[in-house]
């Protein structure tokens, strides 16, 4: 069975950093593309970052550049999110999800391109 669980989010005042991780199991997802998605209160589901299978190509939205940084570990079929100077509009949950294989090998801003998701961890950034 096929999981994934994120972890390190939390509360933090803005400016501050937190790093998320996200540790898959089941199934070696060294050759597949991972993404981050976020949703705040009240809203759609959005991309936040991205990452090729082998880290050589990483993509960000607008709103999280340059402050974020998405990484991999595929010896530890691992995926990261760091974030750094954080804002109050960061303030969500947090998903990691991994990219079905017919999707491409670069990463997909569109959530419907991706078939296994971790159930999200908060972050709340105070102001």
């Known amino acids: 069975q096929v999981q994934l669980v994120e972890s390190g989010g939390g509360l933090v005042l803005a400016g501050g950093s937190l790093r998320l991780s996200c540790a898959a199991s089941g199934r070696i997802f060294n050759t597949d593309a991972m993404g981050w998605f976020r949703q705040a209160p009240g809203k759609e589901r959005e991309y936040v970052a991205g990452i090729s299978w082998n880290a050589a190509i990483t993509d960000y939205a607008n709103s999280v550049k340059p402050r974020f940084i998405i990484s991999r570990d595929n010896a530890k079929n691992t995926f990261y999110l760091q974030m750094d100077m954080l804002k109050p509009e960061d303030t969500a949950v947090y998903y990691c999800?991994?990219?079905?294989?017919?999707?491409?090998?670069?990463?997909?801003?569109?959530?419907?391109?991706?078939?296994?998701w971790g159930q999200g961890t908060q972050v709340t950034v105070s102001s």
């Open positions: 999800a991994v990219q079905k294989p017919a999707a491409g090998w670069t990463p997909s801003t569109r959530d419907q391109d991706y078939e296994y």
